[in-house]
Every structure is written in C-alpha cells, then in structure tokens.
C-alpha cells in the first residue's frame, strides 16, 4: 500500500481542508473555508499553511495508544505500514474524540472503515458474567473506533437502546469501556471510587458505571450532544501545543493560564475553581496521571461564547501500585505528592480560589461519605483504600486541623 499523504479534514460546519505530508514535514491549510470551520482554537481559520515537523497536535489528539495501538498493529501491520497519516484515517472518523473529521480522498488507498453496528446494551455488559472475555469481543467488533488516547485497555462502543417501538433499537451515544490490566488490579474499581468522589463534591462529571464483577469501569462520552451532535474538545497538550509523548511536561499553573486564554469570559471563573478542584481531589487522593491529555476544554464551535472545561475524567489512585510515585505535571514547582499541600496553595492564586480551606475541607468530606457508602467496593480494593485514606489525613492535618 503506498503511503498516505493527503486527508480531507472537516468539521460539522464542513470541510475545513487538507492536512498533507511532504518532506518529513506536516502542513494543514483552510482554503476558503468560514471561521465556524476552525479545527483548534489554536489554530484560526487563515491565510498561510500551518507548518509541523510531526503531526499537528489537535490530530495527535485522535491517535491511538498503548493497548489500541498494539491491537492496531497485530491486525494490520502484514497488510499495511501504520504510519501517522494512515493511523489518522483510521481512527479520525466519525467517532473521533471532539469534532475534527478525517477522511482519506482517494478510495483506491483501502482505508479499513467501520461497518455499520447494532450496538451494544449498556446494562448487558454490566451485567456480563460470561466464560469469555466480554472486553477482548468489544475490542475485535470495535478495533477501527481507536481514537481514544491513554494506555489503559479502553474502546469505544456504540450504545444501543430501546425505540418507541418494542421490536427495534437505536444507537446512541457511545460508550468508553475500561478493562483492568494484570499489573493493575482493582483498576476498574479504583476509577469508579475516585469518579464517585469528584461525583460527590460537586465536580462536572461523565455518567460512569461499574461492572458487577467490577472488571469494567464505563463512561459514557461527553464530547457529544443528547442527539450525538459531536461537540469540540481539545485536551491541555493541544492547547499548550505539545505532541502526546509530551504529556508530562508542564504545570498546572500553566493549566490555568490556559483557562483564562481560551475559555470564554463569563466561563472563567467556574472553569478555574473546577480546575482547583479537580487537581486538589487527585492530590489527595493520590492521582498521579492528572497530565495534560487528562484535562481539556469543551465548546460548540470556535465562534460562540461556550468554551469551558471539560468534566473531570480519568481520576484514579496510582500510589497503591506504584508507592514511589509522583504528580504528573508540577505543582509549585514541585512534583512530589509530599509536597503537594503547599503546591495547592499556590495552584489558589493561578485559580482566583480564596477559600482553600473550605474547598479542601469540601473535597474531603466526599472522600469519606464515598469510601463509606461504598464500603463494599472499597473492601475489594484494600490497598487503593490505604492509599487514599493517607492522602486524607495528610490534607486534613495541613487544612483541617
């Protein structure tokens, strides 16, 4: 198969331009198309090409990882070379992450492209208490619905409800499913436990459930309309304008400075408090995979006055495996957990958050009343539990004595 060098790019406003690969280098151009048409809030609709020596980062965005990727690779590496560009076509389809579409112009390149799905019932999998894998069957049915970042085993799935009428279903919003990973145990467990506890503070949160094995953590996909609209999002390495492997470089101060650039006005505020929220929750409760690709901003299109943060997403203990861990990004300039109290107050000021005792206090209230109706989850989990209860008392000694 020759090499892709060109791809079509459109938005729900229409085509937007091409992306195109020449020379090791990426350049993307607009055309003629309207402002509504932005791909990035960092990147205007304009005159000039936009030049990269890698791919640009809001499609870096749409790129698999980890297990995806590999799964991408056992399937099709004998038949085809998955470079960027292919990886791209592949996985920046119509149930790409935010509202950036690719599409290879030219048929005779043999793009693989999903077939149509009857979807899936989100309470049959809840449920599924089956001798095979219910996660390896979602991921052989959904494989080409790979543009979801992260390494964690996950894939979309298209979810499928009843219709007015008895005998049919339609397919709506899909579903992101997370499976455990040997070296991880209790990982599905911990995450529904960690999101419940955002839940309970009053953090923006995706609808999330547990499997009943507590081997699948689901959440349905918020970059979506009631009616599947698609809605844009950009995560915090696109708009800081780093590629994924980047993920880990920064502060959450810059985080901050992001918000304020890029949200709109009268979202300022509410954005920077959650911002607050959201990184002093996985301080406390032992986050250490808060990077940039974690957080992101939501908006319907680059012209309206709706950009603000995206809901909390991903939260989940990972000092339980891996004792000597450390935060994502820096906090304070500093990166360790130990430390992180001191960090948060500075994180205040970059938020405008003036009561920092109140809202910590607020934050580990949720922790318990989560841990205690929970008690059965968090029984099955013993060291996440331990985890997360030195995390509150930690944070209860330095602002609530």
């Excluded at 091409?18 to 005159?47: C, D, H, W």
């Excluded at 250490?288 to 709706?306: Q, R």
């Excluded at 607020?362 to 013993?382: F, G, H, N, Q, W």
Aim: charged share 20%; proline share 6%; net charge negative.
């Amino acid at each position: 198969m020759a090499n892709l060098l060109s791809l079509d790019v459109s938005t729900p406003h229409g085509p937007s331009g091409v992306l195109s690969k020449e020379t090791g280098k990426f350049f993307f151009g607009y055309g003629r198309a309207a402002a509504s048409a932005a791909i990035s809030l960092t990147m205007p609709v304009r005159v000039s090409q936009y030049v990269w020596p890698a791919l640009h980062p809001v499609f870096q965005m749409n790129l698999p990882e980890g297990f995806m990727l590999e799964a991408l690779r056992n399937r099709f590496a004998k038949v085809m070379t998955l470079d960027p560009m292919l990886l791209l076509a592949i996985s920046g389809g119509p149930a790409a992450i935010g509202r950036v579409r690719v599409a290879s112009p030219r048929p005779e390149f043999g793009v693989p492209t999903e077939p149509l799905h009857q979807g899936e019932s989100l309470s049959e999998i809840l449920a599924w208490d089956g001798a095979e894998s219910l996660f390896a069957a979602l991921v052989d049915r959904y494989l080409l619905r790979a543009g979801i970042s992260g390494v964690q085993p996950k894939v979309l799935v298209p979810e499928a409800r009843p219709a007015a009428s008895a005998k049919a279903t339609v397919v709506t919003q899909d579903l992101i499913v997370k499976s455990c990973r040997k070296e991880y145990p209790g990982l599905a467990a911990n995450e529904f436990l960690c999101m419940s506890m955002a839940k309970e503070a009053g953090l923006l949160v995706p609808e999330f459930f547990l499997s009943k094995d507590h081997e699948l953590f689901v959440m349905r996909r918020f970059d979506r309309t009631a009616k599947g609209d698609a809605i844009g999002f950009e995560d915090m390495a696109v708009l800081t304008g780093r590629s994924a492997e980047q993920k880990y470089l920064g502060s959450y101060a810059e985080l901050a400075r992001v918000v304020r650039i890029f949200a709109s006005p009268a979202q300022v505020q509410d954005s920077l408090h959650a911002l607050f929220d959201s990184v002093a929750l996985s301080c406390i409760v032992g986050n250490g995979d808060a990077h940039l690709k974690n957080f992101g901003l939501l908006y319907s299109d680059p012209t309206l006055e709706d950009c603000r943060l995206a809901p909390a997403f991903d939260i989940v203990n990972t000092t339980s495996y891996l004792p000597e861990d450390v935060l994502a990004l820096t906090l304070g300039g500093n990166k360790s957990f130990f430390a992180s109290r001191q960090g948060i107050l500075d994180l205040a000021r970059s938020c405008d958050v003036h009561d920092v005792p109140k809202r910590i206090e607020k934050l580990l209230l949720a922790v318990e009343r989560v841990i205690s109706r929970e008690a059965e989850i968090a029984d099955t989990i013993p060291a996440v539990l331990a985890a997360v209860q030195q995390g509150t008392e930690q944070f209860q000694k330095t602002f609530c004595p």
